[in-house]
């Protein structure tokens, strides 16, 4: 199996790397900003941090758009972080179309409401562990204990047009989508690769995925509005 992890210069993607190597050591994973060898993998798995506006001037600098655009329609495909915002229609940050592939926006953590019951403030970024409620059964759920815990570091959250696609929820302190599912699309808010057990098992799930298999739960019949 190869699994190329989409290198468009922004992230740590060796740490994302070195996790996915760690739960398939028989596959052959690519950190890779060759659009040939994006579209010959077997599965895609797309990171990334940084600023939005940056994110999607070097993807489209390395000519990878329409790389990435294909393997989101038919390959196994995980987003992180980033790569969960850059899939939707528009982004608060620097006035950001994404990549519409899927329908929705991407919106930053407001200063009103971010009070705990105890009248302490919350800081944006949104930085360190914290719950993910999940939403609907999902075969990358497998073994994962609801409420469990991953590591978050982001300011702007996801708001998708399909109240339906969300696949998990996280309070900071209101609830916010930190999970998607549609078809064979999985994309998360927080990061596996640094969230210990939790984030490897949903890293070896991924691995095993297919997402075009016979009672898949992650198929449905509702329309996604950008695919």
């Known amino acids: ?7 468009y210069g922004m992230g740590n993607l060796r740490s994302v790397a070195k996790a996915v190597e760690h739960v398939a050591p028989g596959a052959e994973v690519l950190v890779t900003s060759s659009a040939a060898e994006v579209l010959s993998a077997e599965r895609v798995v797309f990171p990334g941090q940084g600023a939005m506006p940056d994110c999607m001037r070097e993807l489209d600098a390395r000519a990878l758009r329409p790389a990435v655009l294909e393997v989101a329609r038919t390959k196994p495909f995980l987003g992180i972080c980033i790569g969960l915002q850059m899939l939707f229609d528009h982004s608060d ?4 179309p994404g990549l519409g592939v899927l329908g929705g926006e991407v919106r930053r953590f407001g200063s009103e409401g971010l009070m705990e019951d105890a009248g302490r ?3 944006v970024p949104h930085m360190g562990w914290n719950q993910v409620r999940q939403s609907l059964a999902h075969p990358l759920w497998q073994g994962i204990e609801n ?3 991953f590591y978050f570091v982001h300011s702007y959250y996801v708001v998708p047009a399909d109240p339906g696609s969300a696949a998990g929820m996280t309070d900071y302190p209101r609830p916010f989508v930190s999970a998607v ?3 064979n699309i ?3 808010q ?9 984030g490897l098992k949903l890293l070896a799930n991924f691995v095993n995925w297919n997402p075009w298999s016979v009672g898949d ?11």
């Open 1 to 7: 199996m190869r699994i190329a992890v989409i290198d």
């Open 93 to 96: 940050e620097g006035d950001t």
């Open 121 to 123: 403030r919350l800081k």
């Open 147 to 149: 409420l469990a815990r």
């Open 181 to 183: 599912s549609t078809g």
């Open 186 to 188: 999985f994309a998360v």
């Open 190 to 198: 927080f990061h596996p690769e640094k969230s210990h057990t939790a």
């Open 217 to 227: 739960p992650s198929l449905s019949d509702r329309p996604s509005e950008k695919r």
